[in-house]
């Protein structure tokens, strides 16, 4: 097969949508169902249309675009990742995998091929956690992993529930429609920058995920009492501030303890009230993201850190509620597909080897109900949810042709898989 990836045009897409953000470009934020994710969808959907896609979107927001195969009875092979973005983002996290998908399509349709089973491109809403506190919404609905009545529950941080949220994006129909069967489709394949220096230090072009780590996160809420900050003397406070920053010390030490290097912690979110520097903090919120490849190690780092809050806030007079947002296993890949993307490498001869992601991405939902695994690209000195996160066009373009050329052996007749 004559497969031919136009660079240029893929990253010219690429730029244009990293200038639909709610920042200054260039740095890209899109959280879910802001308007500039609304309108970075449009100009996903947009390409997917004038690629001969028929697009359609679920009751969340999760956007499908088929090419249908000569067989439509026969279960799709998926392909997608995510276009929003955390706060301070940079341009190519999730978007290599929807836009590098559009150019798979595209190089595949122009070399002539056509698909036995369909394609579908997915781009799934809210792989990032910004608005609600839980990562991969739009997968972890569509796996079935979370019921629609936990969906339903969820509030932003102002209080605004996800059903205003997605009915003021026009996303039409009940949650209990966004789950889909377990043999709904027949495998799938996630294009992503690989998130961390190891393919950029070997020099080698692809790796393939055979292993996605377990993520988690809890929210904390702490209340204690504020006051003027002159007039409460020490002895007499129960800041909520500090007790945040103790326990914000306390998961460092609950990560770095576990005997293994692969539990990482992080307070990424910490908000103290009212903010003014004359009155004592008398709230605070944190948001800790805990993960590791191994479940034990990050399950008995989890247990550490809440019981290390509790003992923190007693001692202060501090109240606390905790939430275990989510506890997620990791996502072991199917080894079959995994093996089919080495063999697409060898026949590409782009270097490639296996690896385990640690990051999240949906993958780990869609390996829920399908064969999933992921091929990842090169980025510069690993570095990602940062603006200054960069893949080259030399860099992407073999990803999208192992993934065009894999999409070609899923889906081509005879059916392989
Ligand atoms: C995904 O963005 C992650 O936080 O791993
Ligand atoms: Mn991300
Ligand atoms: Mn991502």
Same mark, same amino acid.
């Given at each position: ?12 897409e ?9 920042a200054?470009?260039?740095i ?5 169902f802001?308007?500039a994710?609304l ?7 947009q390409?997917?249309r ?26 799709a ?7 929003d ?18 150019e798979?399509?595209?190089?595949l ?9 369909s394609?579908?491109l997915?781009v ?5 956690p910004t &608005?609600? /506190?839980? @990562? !991969?919404? +739009? ?9 629609p009545?936990? =969906? *339903? ?5 102002d ?6 949220? &997605?009915? /003021?994006? @026009? !996303?039409a +129909?009940?949650?209990e429609s966004?789950?889909l069967?377990?043999?709904?489709y =027949? *495998?799938f ?11 950029? &230090?070997?020099?080698?072009?692809i790796?393939?995920?055979?292993k ?6 809890l ?5 204690g009492?504020g006051g ?47 903010g003014?520097?004359n ?15 191994q ?9 550490q ?14 109240a ?9 296993p990791?996502?072991?890949c199917d080894?079959s597909?995994?093996?089919t993307?080495?063999a697409?490498?060898r026949?590409?001869?782009?270097s ?9 991405h ?10 999933s695994?992921?091929i ?6 690993g ?7 960069f ?6 373009a073999?990803?999208v042709?192992v ?13 392989t898989?």
């Amino acid at each position: 097969m004559n497969l031919t990836v136009d660079k240029y045009r893929l990253q010219k897409e690429i730029d244009e949508l990293a200038l639909i953000t709610e920042a200054e470009p260039p740095i890209v934020t899109r959280v879910l169902f802001s308007e500039a994710d609304l309108r970075g969808r449009d100009f996903v959907k947009q390409l997917a249309r004038e690629a001969g896609l028929v697009v359609r979107a679920d009751a969340v927001g999760n956007i499908f675009a088929r090419w249908e195969g000569s067989d439509p009875k026969l279960s799709a092979v998926a392909t997608g990742s995510h276009i929003d973005a955390i706060p301070n983002a940079g341009k190519f996290d999730g978007v290599v995998g929807v836009l590098g998908a559009i150019e798979a399509i595209r190089a595949l349709k122009q070399s002539g091929f056509r698909p036995h089973r369909s394609v579908e491109l997915i781009v799934f809403t809210a792989e990032e956690p910004t &608005r609600f /506190g839980i @990562g !991969c919404l +739009g997968s972890r609905l569509l796996s079935g992993v979370w019921a629609p009545q936990k =969906a *339903a529950g969820l509030r932003d941080r102002d209080g605004k529930s996800l059903d205003e949220w &997605r009915q /003021g994006a @026009g !996303c039409a +129909g009940p949650l209990e429609s966004i789950c889909l069967p377990k043999n709904h489709y =027949a *495998a799938f394949v996630e294009l992503h920058i690989e998130q961390g220096p190891i393919l950029e &230090r070997e020099n080698t072009n692809i790796g393939i995920v055979e292993k996605i780590a377990a993520p988690s996160t809890l929210r904390m809420q702490l209340t204690g009492a504020g006051g003027h900050a002159g007039a409460v003397l020490m002895p007499d406070r129960h800041d909520a501030g500090l007790a945040a920053a103790e326990i914000s010390l306390a998961v460092e030490q609950a990560v770095t303890g576990t005997g293994s290097p692969d539990t990482v912690g992080t307070t990424g979110v910490f908000r103290i009230e009212p903010g003014a520097v004359n009155s004592v903090p008398c709230r605070a919120l944190l948001e800790i993201d805990v993960r590791d490849t191994q479940v034990a190690t990050r399950d008995s780092a989890l247990a550490q850190i809440e019981a290390a809050a509790v003992d923190i806030c007693r001692r202060r007079g501090v109240a606390l509620e905790v939430d275990r947002l989510n506890v997620d296993p990791p996502a072991i890949c199917d080894g079959s597909l995994v093996e089919t993307v080495a063999a697409v490498c060898r026949l590409l001869e782009i270097s490639h080897r296996k690896m385990i992601s640690r990051a999240y991405h949906d993958t780990l939902f869609m390996a829920q109900i399908c064969p999933s695994t992921m091929i990842f690209i090169p980025c510069r000195g690993g570095i990602s949810h940062r603006p200054d996160e960069f893949a080259s066009p030399e860099q992407i373009a073999p990803g999208v042709r192992v993934l065009a050329q894999t999409l070609s052996q899923l889906t081509g007749p005879p059916a392989t898989i």
